[in-house]
């Protein structure tokens, strides 16, 4: 896998998967009583962890883009 998701990007991928995985469990919002809303929810939160964690994103290697300074 090429790196292509640079530190700003990661740290932000990163913040964005925790609060997604916390929030079905911590928010109480009404959104989150459907199965769907949190399944959806838990799945991105993991991909974005996913990707923050393995500096490579499929979407960007699609597209071409880049993000790092490698």
């Known amino acids: 896998m090429t790196v292509n998701v640079g530190t ?3 740290i932000i991928r990163g913040i964005l998967g925790i609060v997604l995985l916390a ?8 959104l989150f009583d459907s199965t769907l ?5 838990i799945v991105v939160g993991l991909v974005m962890l996913g990707v ?10 699609i597209l071409g883009m880049r993000t790092c300074k490698v």
């Open 8 to 10: 700003l990007d990661r």
């Open 23 to 30: 929030l079905p469990f911590v928010s109480g919002m009404a």
């Open 37 to 41: 809303a949190t399944i959806l929810s």
């Open 52 to 61: 923050a964690a393995t500096r490579s994103c499929p979407l960007y290697t």
